[in-house]
């Protein structure tokens, strides 16, 4: 198995350099099993929604499902992912101040996370703290 960083899988998903779209594809399609770290999926979709490319939630949405059918792409925790994943979708705008906001993929997987860690060391969750009033619409998200 090989793990890629997000400026590879970003020329994968883009295609927006020939050359290094190109590497891209033929790494991806010569390896049998590649992972998909957290970091690397988080960094991804903030930079897919950020000021350049401007992607929707909709379309981020989407990429994440095209990366699970891609048969040799595993992620770090698929089952924790496809959780996050289905929250993200659940998500709804908000009026923060004078603005609308949702919540970040990022956010819902450092909950999952947190869950997920205690859970295995036997600890009780008590929730994840955050000052972000969109990510608190998330159950488990809580003002400090």
């Given at each position: 198995m090989?793990?890629?960083?997000?400026?590879?899988?970003?020329?994968?998903l883009?295609?927006?350099?020939?050359?290094?779209?190109?590497?891209?594809?033929?790494?991806?399609?010569?390896?049998?099993?590649?992972?998909?770290?957290?970091?690397?999926l988080?960094?991804?979709?903030?930079?897919?929604?950020?000021?350049?490319?401007?992607?929707?939630?909709?379309?981020?949405?989407?990429?994440?499902?095209?990366?699970?059918?891609?048969?040799?792409?595993?992620?770090?925790?698929?089952?924790?992912?496809?959780?996050?994943?289905?929250?993200?979708?659940?998500?709804?705008?908000?009026?923060?101040?004078?603005?609308?906001?949702?919540?970040?993929?990022?956010?819902?997987?450092?909950?999952?996370?947190?869950?997920?860690?205690?859970?295995?060391?036997?600890?009780?969750?008590?929730?994840?703290?955050?000052?972000?009033?969109?990510?608190?619409?998330?159950?488990?998200?809580?003002?400090?």
């Amino acid at each position: 198995m090989i793990s890629i960083d997000t400026n590879v899988l970003l020329r994968y998903l883009l295609q927006d350099d020939k050359e290094q779209g190109t590497l891209a594809n033929e790494l991806i399609a010569k390896s049998d099993k590649i992972l998909i770290t957290d970091v690397v999926l988080t960094e991804t979709l903030w930079t897919l929604k950020g000021k350049k490319y401007k992607l929707s939630k909709e379309v981020l949405l989407s990429v994440i499902e095209q990366l699970f059918r891609e048969p040799n792409l595993i992620f770090e925790n698929g089952q924790l992912v496809w959780r996050v994943l289905n929250t993200y979708r659940s998500t709804q705008l908000i009026k923060v101040g004078t603005k609308k906001k949702d919540a970040d993929f990022a956010d819902i997987l450092v909950l999952e996370k947190s869950r997920f860690i205690c859970s295995k060391k036997g600890l009780s969750f008590e929730g994840l703290y955050s000052f972000d009033i969109a990510a608190q619409q998330v159950d488990g998200i809580i003002s400090p």
